[in-house]
């Protein structure tokens, strides 16, 4: 399966194509495009429809469902795309593309058709640390209940996914989160084992 790293080179870029976004995708139900891999590939097409360059492109994983036992198992990757979007336009446009593949937003931790999580855009922290502190020690009772209202970066569970930065680490190993100061790789080294190892990879 064709899910492997896409580089391109720093010369193959516009100058305005600077912001370098990472996104989380997921799928876990079959939509109008086909099976949940599918689904995803056909999501990373309409990113590029709409402007979006593919700086790196994971390979696909199956991961448990979260929070455990809300549905069926998990199609998992990550991207790196580049833009000249600012950080609420990637938030609609990404949205958008969910949109078009079937995805609602009626439920919190729902079965989807396609997810694309924003989880970062440089160093940026939005709206300010204290506010991203806050939603990044929440219980996971509390974030049943609650979500933010505004736009959160970087995304405030990013560190605690195994799903997430498994493949995350695939591509941007060394990505520095501005708030705790460690690199992809070292925040998928410091979850428990037994995260970590339901990530199956997908040949």
């Known amino acids: 399966m064709a899910h492997h790293t896409n580089k391109v080179k720093s010369d193959e870029i516009p100058l305005q194509l600077k912001s370098s976004v990472l996104v989380a995708v ?27 360059i593919i700086k790196g492109q994971s390979h696909f994983y199956r991961t448990p469902a ?40 009626i439920m919190r931790w729902e079965q989807r058709a396609i997810d694309l999580d924003f989880l970062a855009i440089g160093d940026v922290v939005c709206p300010s640390p204290e506010i991203v502190r806050h939603w990044m020690n ?8 609650y979500a933010p209202e505004e736009l959160i970066l970087p995304h405030p569970r990013l560190h605690a996914r195994a799903f997430v930065l498994v493949p995350l680490a695939e591509i941007a190993p060394q990505w520095v989160h501005p708030i705790l100061k460690l690199t992809v790789t070292q925040m998928l080294e410091r979850l428990p084992s037994k995260d970590r190892d339901q990530i199956k990879y997908i040949q």
Do not use: C
């Not at 198992?73 to 938030?91: R, S």
């Open 26 to 52: 997921g799928s876990n139900m079959r939509s109008k495009s086909g099976s949940p891999e599918e689904t995803i590939l056909a999501g990373i097409e309409l990113l590029v429809a709409a402007g979006a």
């Open 66 to 105: 979260f929070p455990a036992g809300s549905g069926p198992e998990y199609v998992n990757g990550a991207l790196e795309i580049l833009v000249n979007w600012t950080e609420q336009d990637t938030l609609v446009n990404l949205h958008a593309v969910e949109e078009k593949l079937g995805r609602s937003r």
């Open 138 to 145: 929440l219980p996971l009772e509390q974030q049943k209940n």
